[in-house]
């Protein structure tokens, strides 16, 4: 062996360790936080908020849509409760980023040997967990209250796809509202009101034609309601671009919002 390569060796191993290190933290800080996800129960409220939903509304409504011609309820109820479903993940990843603020967490993270970045990533891969058993209790939901997809596969794919899409996105704004808030209580109603306000303004539960004239323009235009438009056009294999194109748009909002509020919450974490 030539002397050089003798010197070569250590450094070569101490650059692999470096390199792995950060993988190894993110992979311990992702396992602790979806040990906690089952821990508290998060995954068993994942089953309960959209079935919540379904049963509230389903039930008592059932009979007087249902009288509309060509109105199947369950089938046009579907898309706000895969919303409600990514909501309540959102929720949760919020809260989560909320309380390791509150709890001194975060701080003690930022003088570890470890990147800034990890601990974010981390909790970007609790939350996506969280947000594909969100998806799944929420499509099961939505099949015991007669759904059926009615896309084809492309169509289902594309809906998936959509839903995923806008999940992750609202994990990010919702992290960063946790960062930026400070503390649960204040987090909690950051993500509450606006969730509730525009989903009961929404053709989310009743057909457009349901509300006053005056508010019309407002309901059919918000996220939302874009949002269950895009949905039901990939369910029932009618989707066009300028029917997606606007949630598509709200989706790069989304992104564009959470990449500022997860900016400013790293600059609050380091003053």
Same mark, same amino acid.
């Given at each position: 062996?030539?002397?050089?390569?003798?010197?070569?060796?250590?450094?070569?191993?101490?650059?692999? @360790?470096?390199?792995?290190?950060?993988?190894?933290? /993110?992979?311990?800080?992702?396992?602790?936080?979806?040990?906690?996800?089952?821990?508290?129960?998060?995954?068993?409220?994942?089953?309960?908020?959209?079935?919540?939903?379904?049963?509230?509304?389903?039930?008592?409504?059932?009979?007087?849509?249902? *009288?509309?011609?060509?109105?199947?309820?369950?089938?046009?109820?579907?898309?706000?409760?895969?919303?409600?479903?990514?909501?309540? %993940? *959102?929720?949760?990843? *919020?809260?989560?980023?909320?309380?390791?603020?509150?709890?001194?967490?975060?701080?003690?993270?930022?003088?570890?040997?470890?990147?800034?970045?990890?601990?974010?990533?981390?909790?970007?891969?609790?939350? %996506?967990?969280?947000? *594909?058993?969100?998806?799944?209790? #929420?499509?099961?939901?939505?099949?015991?209250?007669?759904?059926?997809? @009615?896309?084809?596969?492309? #169509?289902?794919?594309?809906?998936?796809?959509?839903?995923?899409?806008?999940?992750?996105?609202?994990?990010?704004?919702?992290?960063?509202?946790?960062?930026?808030?400070?503390?649960?209580?204040?987090?909690?109603?950051?993500?509450?009101?606006?969730?509730?306000?525009?989903?009961?303004?929404?053709?989310?539960?009743?057909?457009?034609?349901?509300?006053?004239?005056?508010?019309?323009?407002?309901?059919?235009?918000?996220?939302?309601?874009?949002?269950?438009?895009?949905?039901?056009?990939?369910?029932? #294999?009618?989707?066009? /671009? @300028?029917?997606?194109?606007?949630?598509? /748009?709200?989706?790069?909002?989304?992104?564009?919002?959470?990449?500022?509020?997860?900016?400013?919450?790293?600059?609050?974490?380091?003053?």
């Amino acid at each position: 062996m030539r002397p050089s390569d003798s010197v070569d060796a250590p450094r070569l191993s101490g650059q692999h @360790e470096a390199q792995s290190r950060p993988v190894q933290q /993110w992979w311990a800080l992702t396992g602790r936080g979806v040990s906690k996800v089952f821990r508290n129960g998060e995954v068993i409220f994942a089953f309960i908020s959209p079935m919540f939903l379904a049963v509230c509304f389903y039930l008592p409504l059932k009979s007087i849509m249902d *009288a509309t011609p060509g109105m199947n309820y369950g089938q046009f109820l579907m898309p706000i409760i895969i919303l409600q479903s990514v909501s309540f %993940a *959102a929720s949760s990843a *919020a809260m989560r980023s909320a309380f390791d603020g509150a709890q001194g967490i975060n701080t003690r993270f930022r003088v570890l040997p470890m990147p800034a970045a990890v601990p974010m990533l981390a909790r970007t891969a609790t939350n %996506a967990m969280l947000l *594909a058993i969100s998806l799944v209790c #929420g499509a099961v939901a939505c099949l015991l209250i007669g759904w059926r997809p @009615e896309g084809g596969v492309t #169509g289902t794919l594309a809906l998936v796809g959509l839903v995923a899409l806008l999940g992750l996105m609202f994990a990010l704004l919702a992290d960063g509202i946790g960062l930026v808030a400070g503390s649960p209580e204040a987090t909690s109603q950051a993500m509450a009101l606006p969730t509730l306000i525009l989903g009961m303004l929404s053709t989310g539960f009743v057909p457009i034609t349901q509300f006053p004239e005056w508010i019309q323009p407002f309901a059919r235009n918000q996220p939302i309601s874009q949002l269950t438009t895009a949905m039901r056009a990939f369910d029932s #294999g009618t989707a066009t /671009w @300028e029917l997606v194109r606007p949630s598509l /748009w709200w989706c790069a909002a989304l992104a564009a919002a959470a990449v500022v509020l997860l900016i400013l919450g790293n600059r609050k974490l380091r003053s």
